[in-house]
């Protein structure tokens, strides 16, 4: 039975991706929620730079000395920039370390609303192919749901969330609960029919990302809006357009009376009853003042991040869990997975150079798996995905000096159809790729340092270079002219956590003995812990998966909200 005299019903650690889906769902259900957030209050008001002019943009938009001395791993991401550089942790406050002769790449934000904020938007299912991929290839461990036990849940995120796309009749890549796909362009839609000419296995596709393209009602009473194809999305967007917690479920949680929202408080550890085999605190530490504090609920949702939320749990250890809290199947920390950006290919689609595309749309075309489904992969199992787009841009190509009307003219005159591809592999779960505490050195906060000791293997390695060789084969299919890429004997490799889909360390499974949660994402050891953010993923698949974590969130609350009324846990 859970502590009748909790602070709480529900405490989740994290406000972001996941965790703002466990308070939305426990909120709604009429449970009191504290969501305990590491990082500053967000205001939109104050924080969303999507208004900002460039002349008003410090610096120019450039990177200064400053950012690279205090960020020198965040500032290498995409979403980067004057105006979202408040969005990323400061990297020296916020060390790590790897084995040497290693390298990781970790990137992200802690704030309320955490990465929800700055993700990239694309929202692809996994498929039964994914859930299957374990058991018939005899790699780690099975999962223990199937695409069926999610399908539900994928429609119910969707519908809320706000998914646009296109219905295809995939089975690598299921259709969803969409609103009107963002439409490929000219030059997009030339480059699709020439590929799947030449490759009859292969679809290109409009990407399915997380933006309003027709509001439901529900949606416009959260206050939300269309999107205005600005491409801004990394600085926030005030009209709610693009899916985050902060403009979806955090509001429908706020909007029930049952939210408390705390901010600037780290989760330090969680305590441990083992005669009830029950979490009975959250202790935490306030980041402004190193103030400590302890709070209690019935329940306990770890949504901190794959990293975050696997360092709490290491760091939880006692006599009883002497590896880490809820680790007696030995898994806690192991298997760290991400996913491989690679065989980047970039050029210039020839012709229609009397065509313009519609604003700046935030998306772009996708080319779902085709290795290992249509397509042998030699060398390697499972495969990859594209995302790309072919777009014109002003100024395109002119860096030469200038001032004045000339110069303003010159700038305006669209350049060609620049073409940019992009593919994302899947890593396999491996039980050597993981994460530890450093026994000695410690953060600012008095937290362990984690140690993430992860290697691209040869399976990742000839996966990359078979995608590298589809890339150049596609381009050429295409006729695209001075291209650029990757040398396809010897691509670059890149280091994990480039991918920013940290995942696995906690995987689910169908035991106790090699696995951390169950199906539901509770925890085997303690019944009223649940783990919900990318921790839980017992495999990767190639699609980005924030829209897995959703949906397993959304189930893993209703399934804790069910237990918690019949008083069992």
């Known amino acids: 039975m859970g502590n009748l005299m909790a602070d709480f019903d529900v ?33 939109p008001a104050e924080d969303y730079k999507d208004h900002v002019d460039p002349w008003d943009t410090p610096n120019m938009d450039r990177k200064t000395p400053k950012d690279l001395e205090r960020q020198p791993i965040q500032s290498t991401v995409y979403a980067y920039n004057q105006n979202t550089k408040h969005y990323f942790v400061d990297d020296i406050d916020n060390p790590y370390t790897v084995p040497e002769g290693q390298n990781y790449t970790w990137r992200r934000g802690y704030h309320k609303g955490g990465k929800s904020i700055m993700w990239a938007r694309q929202s692809y299912r996994l498929s039964e192919i994914d859930f299957e991929a374990n058991k018939k290839e005899g790699i780690s461990i099975d999962w223990p749901v199937r695409y069926k036990d999610l399908a539900p849940w994928y429609d119910y995120v969707e519908r809320f969330a706000g998914i646009s796309g296109s219905m295809e009749g995939l089975d690598i890549l299921p259709d969803g609960v969409f609103q009107p796909p963002m439409e490929l362009t000219c030059a997009e839609n030339v480059f699709k029919e020439k590929v ?20 439901t009602q529900e949606q416009l009473e959260l206050g939300r809006g269309k999107c205005m194809n ?19 479920t955090l509001p429908a949680a706020e909007r029930t009376g049952n939210l408390t929202m705390i901010t600037d408080m780290a989760v330090q550890k969680l305590d441990y009853d083992h005669e009830t085999k029950r979490i009975t605190g959250v202790k935490a530490v306030n980041t402004k003042t190193m103030e400590g504090k302890t709070f209690t609920a019935k329940v306990v949702f770890l949504n901190a991040g794959t990293i ?24 806690l920390g192991k298997n760290l997975m991400d996913h491989v950006s690679c065989a980047s290919g970039g050029g210039i689609m020839p012709g229609m150079m009397d065509k313009y595309h519609k604003g700046r749309r935030p998306n772009g075309f996708y080319i779902p798996r085709f290795r290992n489904n249509t397509e042998e992969g030699e060398g390697f199992v499972r495969g990859y995905g594209y995302q790309g787009r072919i777009y014109r841009y002003a100024g395109w190509g002119r860096d030469e000096a200038g001032i004045g009307k000339p110069y303003k003219d010159a700038n305006r005159i669209p350049g060609p159809w620049a073409f940019s591809i992009i593919a994302f592999a899947e ?45 150049i084969a596609m381009m050429d299919a295409a006729g695209i002219v001075g291209p650029s890429y990757d040398d396809p004997e010897n691509p670059p490799i890149g280091s994990p956590g480039n991918g920013i889909h940290e995942m696995g360390t906690a995987r689910m499974g169908h035991s106790a003995a090699d696995s951390v949660l169950n199906k539901y994402n509770q925890s085997w050891d303690i019944p009223n812990l649940f783990i919900s953010d990318g921790s839980f993923m017992t495999s990767a698949g190639c699609q980005n998966p924030s829209l897995t974590y959703m949906a397993f969130s959304a189930r893993a609350a209703d399934h804790a909200a069910k237990l918690l009324k019949e008083g069992r846990i």
């Open 11 to 43: 405490i989740v650690v994290g406000s972001g991706m996941s965790g703002g889906w466990v308070a939305k769902e426990m909120c709604e259900r009429g449970l009191k929620v504290a969501v305990i957030e590491r990082g500053r209050n967000t205001d």
């Open 230 to 248: 600005r491409a801004l999305c990394e600085r926030g967007c005030v009209f709610g357009a693009y899916f985050s917690s902060i403009s979806a």
């Open 196 to 215: 799947e000419a030449a490759f009859p296995g292969r679809k290109v596709i409009p990407g399915r990302a997380a933006h309003l393209t027709e509001p």
């Open 427 to 471: 890593i396999l779960p491996d039980e050597r790729n993981q994460i530890r505490l450093h026994a000695t050195k410690k953060d600012k906060w008095g937290f362990p340092v984690p140690i993430l000791d992860a290697k691209m293997r040869k399976n990742e390695i000839n996966a990359i270079k078979q995608a590298t060789r589809d890339t």
């Open 308 to 331: 975050p939320s696997t360092m709490i749990l290491l760091n939880s250890a006692n006599e009883h869990f002497p590896n880490g809290l809820a680790n007696s199947s030995g898994q």
